[in-house]
């Protein structure tokens, strides 16, 4: 099942100036919104969702892939994540850490930066008036559970709506909370099978493989942000929130795209995997180098005369194979060989150099650390380092998206286990520090 989510960046919190008269053993519980924006010399600018706090309730990976949040973790194993490795970034002499490990995993520091952590257990009847407390405050919550498991700790979107109507609840599950399959986990590998996209992936003659991250758990994830943003913009002429059901299944259905549009209006069968190909166009493929592979595109007739000056072959243009593309599609097997014969001869360096400026698509074929290492990549800011509390300077891939008048970016590491569940309970919901230490004491935060 998709699970986790964003936590808020410590440095980032405000209290705005408005009160909001809930009482809670005695004290005030204050509406302390998120600030996004970054230090004081961002020149005035914010970021995007300034004043929307989420309280986050999920794990792994659909939950947190897209917005800023409160993250929920059980206070002694935390996020299933934290212990998916390796790799992990070790610690530094002297840093303790909750959970017995040796550093944090680099899974979990790939989708948990700017966030906060709070360690709580809502099998305790104190852990649900805690959530119940921060439900509120919030303007959003994402839970990932399978649906009707929330509902025993009156955490279900029915016994919510009634502490806060404003809240906007998404729950992210395998197959929805309706439907024959509604009651099964969910797993990102699993929906990628049963829903079509496993089958469209790999070799043209090899077996079905799966996509080489989890897509369609970040597609989810990607679908539930667009809901929530659409939802915040209904709720500004409604005043009401609403519960958005999100499955896997449904959001992979979604994404076969043109493939299931063909599907549907031909009434046939897809055609299956083609690896690096185009079921339509030739050539427009990977094709082998001297020392890697590169991707070569002749999207057009024109094109296709490009690749064939460049390659030497000028003659290929007036061959009656290959002189339009539904005879080239034809040919495909004779004309994709006769191109390899040519580009394992060079490099892929050599023949980027060649086709530098030929206005064709072309591309070499990196493995993830010569893209993370890309002179592009590196010139958009898609890489940023940062300092962790306990592992010390650790890279991150930056949010990916540039504002011309808001503020964004990594801010903060990835959370330690309970980092901030101090400063959530004294500072968002205003307790006192002998009530937090209670509840240490009985395991109900960490």
């Given amino acids: 099942m998709p699970r986790s989510s ?7 919190w405000r209290c705005d100036s408005i009160v909001q008269h809930t009482r809670s053993h005695g004290t005030t519980v204050r509406r302390c919104f998120v600030s996004a924006a970054s230090p004081p010399t961002a020149a005035g600018k914010i970021a995007p969702l300034e004043g929307i706090r989420v309280l986050d309730m999920t794990r792994v990976l659909a939950g947190p892939y897209w917005a800023e949040v409160i993250k929920i973790e059980h206070p002694t194993r935390g996020d299933d994540t934290r212990a998916w490795g390796p790799p992990f970034a070790k610690y530094k002499d002297g840093a303790t850490a909750k959970g017995g490990r040796a550093g944090e995993s680099a899974y979990f520091i790939g989708v ?24 509120k ?10 649906p009707g498991a929330l509902k025993k700790y009156q955490l279900d979107y ?27 986990a969910g797993y990102d590998v699993m929906v990628e099978a049963e829903m079509g996209l496993m089958h469209i992936t790999g070799e043209r003659d090899g077996s079905p493989v799966k996509v080489g991250v989890a897509v369609t758990d970040l597609t989810t994830g990607l679908y539930t942000c667009n809901a929530i943003m659409a939802s915040i913009l209904a709720r500004q002429k409604t005043n009401q929130g609403q519960h958005l059901d999100v499955a896997l299944s449904d959001c992979q259905v979604a994404t076969l795209a043109n493939i299931a549009s063909s599907v549907l209006v031909s009434g046939e069968r897809d055609g299956g995997r083609w690896g690096t190909a185009h079921p339509s ?38 061959d009656a194979r290959f002189v339009t ?31 530098e400026g030929s206005g064709m698509p072309y591309a070499a074929i990196n493995d993830v650390k010569d ?23 650790i890279k991150v891939v930056s949010p990916p998206v540039k504002y011309s008048e808001s503020v964004t970016g990594v801010r903060t590491p990835p959370p330690t286990l309970g980092q901030h569940t101090d400063h959530v309970l004294t500072e968002v919901l205003g307790w006192k520090g002998e009530e937090v230490e209670k509840l240490k004491a009985a395991g109900v935060v960490a």
């Fill in 281 to 318: 166009i030739v050539p427009y493929k990977g094709f082998k180098t001297a020392d890697g592979d590169i991707m070569l595109g002749g999207g057009n007739d024109r094109l296709f005369g490009v690749i064939c000056d460049k390659l030497g072959r000028p003659e290929w243009k007036a």
């Fill in 371 to 393: 893209t993370l290492e890309h002179e592009h990549v590196l010139a958009r800011d898609m890489v940023t380092e940062v300092e962790h509390d306990a592992c010390g300077s």
């Fill in 325 to 355: 593309n539904d005879v080239r599609v034809k040919n495909r097997d004779v004309l994709e060989k006769l191109i390899e014969d040519l580009t394992v001869q060079k490099t892929t360096k050599e023949w980027l150099d060649v086709l």
């Fill in 158 to 184: 029915e016994s919510i709506r009634k502490i806060n109507p404003r809240l906007i609840y998404a729950s992210i599950t395998g197959y929805g909370q309706t439907g024959p399959y509604s009651s099964r």
């Fill in 6 to 12: 964003r936590a808020l960046n410590n440095a980032l």
């Fill in 112 to 135: 948990n930066r700017n966030k906060k952590s709070m360690g709580l257990s809502f099998q305790h009847p104190d852990g649900i008036r805690i959530l119940h407390e921060l439900a």
């Fill in 137 to 146: 405050t919030s303007d959003v919550l994402v839970e990932n559970y399978i």
